[in-house]
Structures are given as structure tokens and as C-alpha cells.
């Protein structure tokens, strides 16, 4: 199916092909893993956001009427299950490993992280997601705004206030 | 401004996916990808399910009251059981679902010892000598192992958690299910010890015989281990015999790999998983992927009308300002609890969520989500989403929670 477009893959996956559903996944499945990974930083929870946004996207593909592309879509849920996972983290407690061994730490993007993903990880939310997508992943304001659906003036502005976080953070001066 | 964006791009961390990983993820999205068929076989198989249980509950009604007239009030009601010998005294422990009679000068660890066994899990260990934790390997109870010489007992009952998704049982042994153990023996045999097995060279010159006995029981599966003193006297090894084959043990099957439940109805399934810093327990009314993810708030789009899910997530956290006040177990719901903070996350479920603390390290969160009502209408508030069922549904959920048991060290059994 590979030179088959997104958009009859998605209507035969809606009408219940699992091979077309598959090959979205082929197409599409690294890209969403490696946005979740740089959006929360940690290689277990990136497969449970990528898992968890596939799940929902299959289970909700009958919903997706084909107003913003394919790929869009299963950005936004991405993002917006790692917003949840970026939100919920903020409020938990510090935590302390329950057995090292689970996982190799130097995997984890914590322990590799060099300043400047340092501060972007402190950022805020809204601002972390804002710079992931434009600076890490590319994405011009116009399709940053498309995935979170917020206006393109509202991911400017976020860019702009993080850039001032940043600079602070790592005493850049402007 | 330009040098810093320069900076923030060049930073960007290069990582790949597991090949694996990302392919059980396509695995389990695909599962959850509906068909038009399934859809419609769905609310067949629901609306028959229904009729079968209201049809099987009015004949189990009709063969109750036929028995009660036709049995004659003078005769027993139940065959005579075993009775408990003189002095002994019977443990029963609903959560695991395990009874057993103790002999006099005989303890029961109030928590467990093997601090660091998450799957099998221990459910019980008693004996006459100092039931001490821990020991020189984290898996068994060492110490309470050695304590058995020269002359004491000492017995443990791990059960093997049946449904566990990535890091646990299924990823170790897929095919391994309750059947791959002997069944129960009659009597357990305790002639020839086991001590020679490389597995006890922890107990290192303790002078103890040791068994290790698997067996299944129903759907649960089990170890026996028992530890005896080579100076142990006849009446001692008699005691400790009887006490091994007084195991009584509730029906159901036991899930979990950190935190753990009874599921007692064959309709759930479970599925648990551990992480680095916390594990994840998870049961259902609805099959579970094989796979289940950590984020609990986010997965109660798979429940339909009268479905119900429970999540349980424990971790090790040291106390922080923002904690919710702790609570305890066991875990009982009432409507309450259901009329909570509105979840964004939220679509049509309702969901009760509890904040559990265990000791200064151990933090455990259970959420309980109700399946949908029928026509979810525009609720303004928790309560309203409550479907018509919910007194029904908060009552089984109770049921299942009664049986949960957190892994945390300092939890009690």
C-alpha cells in the first residue's frame, strides 16, 4: 500500500481494514514515537503515549472527517496525551526508583540531557510543547497551530515567552 | 535570539523507537481498531449475555427453592469438614483468599518477607521461629528460612500472578497459564526434601530441609515453600504437615505484578506492568490489551454501558506538600466519591479516584471508572454522568477492591 495516500488508507481503515490501518502505522508510527519521546523526554513513556495515541486514533477513526490531514490528527493527539502525561508530571511528587535495573538510564533522554533540553524540560507545558514542535520537530507556526489548535498568534507568543525562559534559565543575554 | 534558536535546534536529542516495542504498539492499536461487524455483534453478544444471566439466575433460584423443599430438615446441610484440632487457630485472610489453621507457639507475619519478590507474590508465611524479612537474596525470606534451624518450621505461600503484560510473567514465559502446574496433591508430600537446590543456597549452613512444591488450584497458581530444621521433632514435622494441607484457598485469579487482586467473576481480565519507579495494575470487564500504559487517566474510552475498569498505580515517593490527604485500604466506594473534580480527560464515564499512602516511601492511586449510561445527555456535573446501574456497578467494584493488596514493604498483608 505504499503508494496509496493517506486519506483512502484512513477510508478503508474506517471501513475495518486492519492492513490499511497497519500501513498508517507503517507510515507514520516512528515520526509519533520520536515527537513523543523529545516531548517527554523518556523512552517508556514515549511507547505509552505512542500506544495509548494509536489506540485512541483507531478507536476514534470513524470521527476523523478529513478536515485537517492524517498525519495532523495523530500529531495533535500525541501531543495532547503527552500535555497530559508533561501536566500530570508537574504535580507528582518526586519520586524515587523502584528497582534501577528496569530500565538503562542511559536511554533516557534525563540522563544525556545537556543544558539547553534541561531547560527546555523545565519549561511550562505550553511552552515545552511549542518549542519541541517548531524547533525539534520543524514545524512551521501555521502547523503548530494546526496540530494544537490554537491560534498561530497564541503559538508566537508562547514561543516568544519561552525564549525568554530560556534565556534566563541559561543567562543568555539578549 | 537567532544564536539561541541555532543552539535549541542543534540540541535536539536523536532517538529511534524499539523495533519491538513499536510493533507491540501497532499490535495493540490495530486491536482496538472496531469493524462495523464487531460493532454490531457487540450489542448482540451484550443484550444475549443479559438474558442468559437473567434466565441462568431465575433456573438458580428455581433449583434452590426446589433443594430447600425437598431436602428433609432433619438431615446436615453440608458434609462434615475436618474439624480444627485442639488449641490451633484458623488464619483467614479474605484479600489474598487464603485460610489455614496454626498450630500453638506458631506466628503468621503480619507482612510479608521477601521484600523483593514481585512476581510470584507472597501471600502468606508463619512458623515457630523468628518470622524476620529479608535476608541475602531479596526473592526469598532468608532469614525466616534460616530461622527454621535446628529445631522450628517455617511455611510460605507464593502465588504466580497470571495476567502480566510487558517486563513480567507473559513476557517471560507467554504461553505459561495455571495448567502448566500440577494440580493440588492430596496430601503434600513431605519426605524427601528439596534442599539441595541451588535456589537455597542462600540459607547458606543453616542445617534446614527445604520443599518447594508448585501446584495449581483451580486458577490460581502456587508455591509451597516449607523450611524444617534437621533437628525438627516428629511431632513438629506432623504439625507442619497438617498445617500445609489445611491451605484452603478462595476461587478466582490472582493479577499483578506490584499491587495485586482477586478476580473472582470470569468476566475480567487483568493486565499489570512495571516500570522503573512505579508498577501498574489494571482489571477490567472489558478485555485488556496486552500491553497496558501507565496513563490511567486516559483509558476509559474502551468501556461500554455497565462496564467497569479499576487502575491501581503504586510507586515509591517521599512525602510532598501537594499530596492529597492519604487514605486506606480497603478500598470501598460509594456514590460520593464519584461526584469529584471533572477530569478533562472525561468523556462519558464516571470516575472515583483514591490517594493511598504506606509508610514515609510508598504511594498508591486507585481509579475506579463506571462505563457510560446509555444516552449520556449533556451532564453539568459528575453525579449526573453516574449511569443508572452505578449502585450495582460501585457494589461489584467494592467487591474487587477487597481483594487488593499493595506491593509496598511496609504494607500489611
Known amino acids: 500500500m505504499s503508494g496509496v495516500g493517506d486519506e483512502k488508507l484512513v477510508r478503508r481503515a474506517q471501513a475495518g481494514s486492519r492492513e490499511a490501518a497497519s500501513a498508517l502505522f507503517t507510515r507514520h508510527g516512528e515520526d509519533t514515537w520520536r515527537l513523543a519521546f523529545l516531548l517527554v523526554g523518556d523512552r517508556a513513556d514515549a511507547d505509552d503515549i505512542t500506544q495509548d495515541a494509536w489506540e485512541r486514533a483507531f478507536r476514534g477513526l470513524s470521527r476523523f472527517e478529513g478536515r485537517s490531514a492524517f498525519r495532523?490528527?495523530?500529531?495533535?493527539?500525541?501531543?495532547?496525551?503527552?500535555s497530559e502525561y508533561l501536566r500530570r508530571e508537574r504535580r507528582r511528587p518526586d519520586r524515587v526508583p523502584l528497582a534501577s535495573d528496569l530500565a538503562d538510564p542511559q536511554e533516557d533522554l534525563a540522563a544525556s540531557a545537556g543544558e539547553v533540553i534541561a531547560a527546555i524540560r523545565a519549561l511550562s507545558p505550553d511552552r515545552r510543547i511549542a518549542v519541541v514542535l517548531h524547533h525539534w520537530v520543524g514545524l512551521t507556526v501555521a502547523d503548530c497551530a494546526s496540530v494544537l489548535e490554537v491560534p498561530a498568534g497564541t503559538v508566537q507568543s508562547r514561543l516568544a515567552r519561552a525564549m525568554n525562559d530560556l534565556r534566563s534559565t541559561l543567562g543568555v543575554t539578549p | 535570539v537567532r544564536d539561541l534558536e541555532t543552539t535549541i535546534r542543534r540540541s535536539r536529542p536523536d532517538a529511534t523507537p524499539n523495533r519491538r516495542r513499536l510493533e507491540e504498539i501497532r499490535?495493540?492499536?490495530?486491536?482496538a481498531l472496531p469493524s462495523a461487524a464487531t460493532i454490531a455483534r457487540g450489542r448482540v453478544r451484550r443484550r444475549l449475555i443479559l438474558a442468559v444471566e437473567v434466565a441462568a439466575a431465575i433456573a438458580v433460584v428455581a433449583v434452590l427453592v426446589v433443594l430447600v423443599i425437598a431436602v428433609p430438615s432433619d438431615e446436615p446441610a453440608s458434609p462434615p469438614t475436618p474439624s480444627l484440632p485442639s488449641g490451633w487457630r484458623e488464619h483467614r485472610d479474605p484479600a489474598s483468599g487464603v485460610d489455614v489453621w496454626v498450630p500453638p507457639g506458631w506466628g503468621v507475619a503480619p507482612t510479608r518477607l521477601a521484600s523483593a519478590l514481585a512476581d510470584p507474590h507472597e501471600i502468606l508465611s508463619m512458623g515457630t521461629g523468628p518470622l524476620a524479612a529479608g535476608g541475602p537474596c531479596g526473592n526469598e525470606a532468608t532469614r525466616a528460612i534460616r530461622g527454621a534451624a535446628p529445631a522450628g518450621a517455617f511455611v510460605s505461600v507464593q502465588e504466580r500472578s497470571i495476567a502480566s503484560s510487558a517486563g513480567g510473567f507473559r513476557e517471560v514465559s507467554p504461553a505459561l497459564t495455571p495448567r502448566d502446574y500440577p494440580s493440588r496433591p492430596r496430601h503434600f508430600d513431605l519426605?524427601?526434601?528439596?534442599?539441595?537446590?541451588?535456589?537455597f543456597g542462600c540459607v547458606g549452613s543453616a542445617k534446614v530441609d527445604v520443599w518447594w512444591i508448585p501446584f495449581r488450584e483451580g486458577e490460581r497458581a502456587f508455591y509451597l515453600l516449607v523450611a524444617l530444621g534437621d533437628k525438627a521433632p516428629a511431632t513438629l514435622r506432623a504439625a507442619t504437615k497438617r498445617v500445609v494441607d489445611s491451605l484452603a484457598f478462595a476461587d478466582g485469579r490472582t493479577v499483578g505484578m506490584g499491587p495485586w487482586m482477586r478476580l473472582a467473576d470470569p468476566r475480567w481480565s487483568g493486565a499489570s506492568r512495571t516500570y522503573r519507579d512505579r508498577s501498574v495494575l489494571q482489571v477490567a470487564t472489558v478485555p485488556l490489551p496486552a500491553r497496558i500504559t501507565n496513563d490511567l487517566d486516559g483509558q476509559q474510552d474502551r468501556l461500554g454501558p455497565g462496564d467497569l475498569q479499576i487502575s491501581v498505580i503504586e510507586f515509591i515517593s517521599?512525602?510532598?506538600p501537594a499530596?492529597?490527604?492519604a487514605g486506606r485500604l480497603p478500598v470501598q466506594l460509594t456514590r460520593e466519591?464519584?461526584?469529584?473534580?471533572?477530569?478533562e480527560f472525561q468523556s462519558t464515564t464516571a470516575l472515583a479516584v483514591r490517594y493511598f499512602r504506606y509508610g514515609p516511601d510508598t504511594v498508591m492511586r486507585v481509579h475506579v471508572a463506571l462505563g457510560p449510561a446509555d444516552t449520556p445527555g449533556q451532564a453539568v456535573s459528575s453525579e449526573q454522568r453516574l449511569p443508572e446501574d452505578a449502585d450495582r456497578l460501585i457494589e461489584e467494584a467494592n467487591d474487587v477492591l477487597s481483594t487488593l493488596v499493595p506491593a509496598g514493604r511496609a504494607a500489611r498483608r
Open chain 1, 72 to 82: 495532523t490528527w495523530i500529531r495533535r493527539i500525541v501531543v495532547n496525551r503527552a
Open chain 2, 27 to 31: 499490535t495493540a492499536a490495530l486491536d
Open chain 2, 191 to 199: 519426605r524427601k526434601a528439596a534442599s539441595a537446590q541451588p535456589m
Open chain 2, 318 to 320: 517521599r512525602p510532598h
Open chain 2, 323 to 325: 499530596d492529597p490527604p
Open chain 2, 337 to 343: 466519591d464519584f461526584k469529584g473534580p471533572r477530569y
